[in-house]
């Protein structure tokens, strides 16, 4: 009986290794949302570079970079929900350096796909560049 | 030695259970569908019928009435049925006087597309709706029969390991349980990426077999599931102090009648009429065939008042239906009413204080109303806040036609905020828990003088606070 047991073992080893790597890869799931989302375009006068703290639901930390035209008087972030034809209030960023701007708190507190609208304001004028944006849950 | 044993048999036992427990969480599944709120303009009512779940097919439909400030006590009859099948078995709803939900459950025998019938004695409204069944994809399925033949080969190799004379016959059943396993591991893993089929009743049309199975529904050879836009006919027949309003909706392209409205921003049509003097009409037409829909106004005004109606069909997108009539109410039409800009005022007793900042063409402009003073907003159609916008208006004419002819008639929402963690959907209006301050931000594309009203629900009644916007011209002048 006991060598039957014994002979049990590396069929009953095998079974619970193929059950644990079936177990990983049926559970695991990859991580997303955490990471700083950075998205660049361009507009006929201005770079812009959005870099994003955390692209998943909630208040985030949002970074601007505008290149080329200097004198920018202001950028605002407009956010806004295509899908549920829904629109944030605009948000000022703050001056944190040259050509670099901060909106603090940007409250994407629904996953989904947004559009962040950058506003650069000068002298000539409003430039709007659109950056889509997918908020994880 | 015994240790071994016993080491043995807990691994294959803790294996097995992992396998089963696998294949159960598939097998059992979410039920599929959720509450259905139907706001319902039926002859002097506003309410709102709440469908909720079907948990198991036949089993009990639970139907929620809420009824709001000025409703008059009285009796409901509701009945369940397929589409042209008759009356089913009835459920009477006594409506009291307290403004407030109201229960009233019926049985629901098959899964598919139903009717509740909601009958005031007057007129029955027939909202349609579909009972879903939780079904498995193909992949699922393979998931869910891979799991379990892999346990009972499992279980099968254990017992041949123990009793066998060769121990190479262990190996059939051990292999065909790393098959099974194989096959479910894979199943599962593409049923992550299988495209969820056509919803019935959402994206195509609900028929029995539809909802039994959605995945042998055949796909639309285009991906497009979108239909034509729908004409809008409008009747108006006075009724004492009353006014009875007719409207039919055909196809815009076969005329047949439209009978696939979807429930969008908890109603199947929103019905916006602008009245002479300026004031707004924000009802809920019923259904009482296919394709033809009643409203009832209270106190109508004499003259002509500019009407749309936001719909949304199945396969989706929401439409807006602007009459290119309107109606007409034999009189003479009193002087506009000139409501406040931005400021305080006093609504039917509730204190409103409004905010404007931006008001230029192109540019966002936000609009905050403070409505009353501590948070206690209903939601009202799924919303916290609604905003019509009818403009730009000329002045010194009745404002029925001038909304009429005006480009932009829009309506944006102050959504409920979201709870992290919330289960079980939206809030219904039930809960009086939001605001006081609700927010919009919208962009006029076009300079001038707009009326704006903002729609929110306190104490079961509907506060609408009409505002006077000035915009200004854009940065780039009138486009
Ligand atoms: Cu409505």
Redesign the pocket.
Known sequence: MTRRWMRAAPVAALLVAVVVAAAVVLFARPGSGSAPAALEAATSRHGVRLVVDAARAGTTGVDVEVSGAPDVDEVRIEPAMPHMGHALPPIPAQRTGDGRYRAAEVPLDMAGQWELTVVVDDARGAERVVFPLLISG | MRTTEKTIAALLLSALATLCGGALALADGAPAGGDVHV?QTLGDRELTVVLRRVDAVPGPLRVDVITHEGSAPGELRLRVARPGGGGGPEAVVALGATPGPHHGTLRVDTAGPQELAVDDGERVALIPFVVPVAVMSPAEGLTYRGFVAAGLLLLVALGTAVTARHGWVVLLPAGGFVAALAVAVTAALLSASTPAPPRPGEDVDATEDAVRDPYSVQRPSTSDLSRPPVTLLLRAGSTGDALDLELSLTDGASGRPVDDLLVH???LM???VVTPSGGLR???PVRVSPGEYRARLRAPEPGHHAVSA?ISRRGGGVQLLRSPTGFDVPGTPVDPSSPPAAGARDVNGTPVDVAVTGARAGEPTTITARVGTTADLQPW?GMVG?LIVVGPLPDGEPVGDAAQRAPVWAHAHAMVPLTPGATGGPPDETVAAYGPVVTFTHTFPLPGRYRVWVQNQRDYALVTTPVLLDVGAGEGGTP
């Open positions: 706001a921003d908890d109603a929103h019905l916006v924000h009802v809920h936001e159609l609604h």
